[in-house]
């Protein structure tokens, strides 16, 4: 049986290795800090299903004090904006078996869990079996050491596949061990499944992703809803451009997505993604890697993507003054958009 080595203890991160702790498949989840110390000394504070649970899941601080094993499989769990670094400090640590070095953590599977289009393209750099992922959860971490899951009655979705598309087919070594992470997952209270075409369902991720960053800023309900339209919009405007294609959840799945909805007593609120998430715990943005992708992709390409690039300008500057949410305006961002030298109407394709 493979050992799940989750690296981040973020909420995706602990709600997965708490699904695993629970099914009894071996796992070890690597946080730091505050977060690794809370979950030494106290355990992990695990809510789902209206219940508040203490796990005792195996923690540590870092790969230095982690012997890993050829059956090992690593799952990246940190937000995107963390993902080099956490990449160069695993890679090449030593993998082990019967008291002698055998290779390196670059040889090992790596799953990834975060949004946007920059991790597995990060990875293929170190590690040769890359397997791309999406989540859907409402898995919240605000305060330190504690994950509230608001999907019921399993924790939310992963969808998991070889990346890049088109290289590991179907029947290939890589695709088994998809299918081997799914089935894992699966056991863990996770609705899953493996597709020969994750870069399809990154692409769609990351046009959802590109709306998380709204639910950071303060306005009314019209107000937010308006700035989540034009951002969606222009999103899938340059994705397709750039020759993007979308997966269709509704058509592609094959379970039951009601299995994980959000349950309404859950206190699940309106724009509580991960993005808000970090503005409230005041650690980072990955708004320069969801918003920043779109804007990336539109300059490369010769295209305008003002709400996207505003948006981003208003938040990265915020996450650089230490600010919370709320701080800023919807107004500010469009108001940056409607600037001179910013496009308001794009004239590429149609969604």
């Given at each position: 049986?493979?050992?799940?080595?989750?690296?981040?203890?973020?909420?995706?991160?602990?709600?997965?290795?708490?699904?695993?702790?629970?099914?009894?498949?071996?796992?070890?989840?690597?946080?730091?800090?505050?977060?690794?110390?809370?979950?030494?000394?106290?355990?992990?504070?695990y809510t789902h299903n209206g219940r508040t649970r203490t796990l005792d899941v195996?923690?540590?601080?870092?790969?230095?004090?982690?012997?890993?094993?050829?059956?090992?499989?690593?799952?990246?769990?940190?937000?995107?904006?963390?993902?080099?670094?956490?990449?160069?400090?695993?890679?090449?640590?030593?993998?082990?078996?019967?008291?002698?070095?055998?290779?390196?953590?670059?040889?090992?599977?790596?799953?990834?869990?975060?949004?946007?289009?920059?991790?597995?393209?990060?990875?293929?750099?170190?590690?040769?079996?890359?397997?791309?992922?999406?989540?859907?959860?409402?898995?919240?971490?605000?305060?330190?050491?504690?994950?509230?899951?608001?999907?019921?009655?399993?924790?939310?979705?992963?969808?998991?596949?070889?990346?890049?598309?088109?290289?590991?087919?179907?029947?290939?070594?890589?695709?088994?061990?998809?299918?081997?992470?799914?089935?894992?997952?699966?056991?863990?209270?996770?609705?899953?499944?493996?597709?020969?075409?994750?870069?399809?369902?990154?692409?769609?991720?990351?046009?959802?992703?590109?709306?998380?960053?709204?639910?950071?800023?303060?306005?009314?309900?019209?107000?937010?809803?308006?700035?989540?339209?034009?951002?969606?919009?222009?999103?899938?405007?340059?994705?397709?451009?750039?020759?993007?294609?979308?997966?269709?959840?509704?058509?592609?799945?094959?379970?039951?997505?009601?299995?994980?909805?959000?349950?309404?007593?859950?206190?699940?609120?309106?724009?509580?993604?991960?993005?808000?998430?970090?503005?409230?715990?005041?650690?980072?943005?990955?708004?320069?890697?969801?918003?920043g992708e779109i804007v990336a992709i539109a300059r490369r390409h010769g295209l305008?993507?003002?709400?996207?690039?505003?948006?981003?300008?208003?938040?990265?500057?915020?996450?650089?003054?230490?600010?919370?949410?709320?701080?800023?305006?919807?107004?500010?961002?469009?108001?940056?958009?409607?600037?001179?030298?910013?496009?308001?109407?794009?004239?590429?394709?149609?969604?």
């Open positions: 049986m493979s050992r799940y080595v989750v690296i981040g203890a973020g909420a995706v991160g602990s709600a997965v290795a708490a699904g695993f702790s629970d099914a009894g498949i071996p796992v070890v989840l690597v946080s730091r800090g505050r977060t690794y110390q809370a979950i030494r000394e106290r355990g992990l504070r195996d923690v540590v601080p870092g790969p230095d004090t982690l012997t890993l094993t050829p059956d090992d499989v690593l799952v990246l769990a940190v937000k995107t904006q963390d993902v080099a670094a956490a990449l160069a400090e695993w890679a090449w640590r030593p993998v082990v078996s019967g008291g002698q070095t055998v290779g390196a953590a670059a040889d090992l599977p790596i799953v990834l869990l975060q949004n946007g289009l920059e991790a597995e393209r990060a990875a293929l750099r170190y590690f040769d079996k890359v397997l791309g992922a999406i989540t859907l959860t409402g898995a919240r971490h605000v305060v330190t050491g504690e994950i509230h899951v608001a999907n019921s009655p399993l924790a939310g979705q992963i969808i998991v596949g070889p990346y890049p598309s088109g290289v590991h087919g179907r029947g290939s070594a890589l695709a088994a061990t998809a299918e081997s992470v799914v089935a894992d997952l699966s056991v863990g209270g996770w609705l899953s499944q493996s597709v020969p075409d994750i870069e399809r369902w990154l692409a769609w991720k990351t046009w959802i992703s590109s709306t998380f960053a709204v639910g950071v800023l303060r306005g009314t309900d019209a107000e937010l809803d308006e700035l989540t339209d034009l951002v969606r919009d222009e999103a899938r405007r340059v994705l397709i451009a750039a020759g993007h294609e979308f997966a269709d959840p509704s058509a592609e799945v094959t379970y039951d997505a009601n299995l994980a909805a959000i349950a309404p007593e859950s206190g699940y609120g309106k724009g509580q993604q991960s993005t808000w998430q970090s503005f409230e715990r005041g650690v980072g943005s990955e708004v320069d890697h969801l918003n305008d993507a003002p709400f996207n690039a505003a948006l981003q300008h208003v938040l990265g500057r915020s996450a650089d003054a230490g600010e919370g949410p709320r701080v800023h305006l919807v107004d500010e961002v469009l108001a940056r958009a409607a600037a001179p030298g910013a496009t308001r109407a794009m004239t590429i394709g149609a969604p």
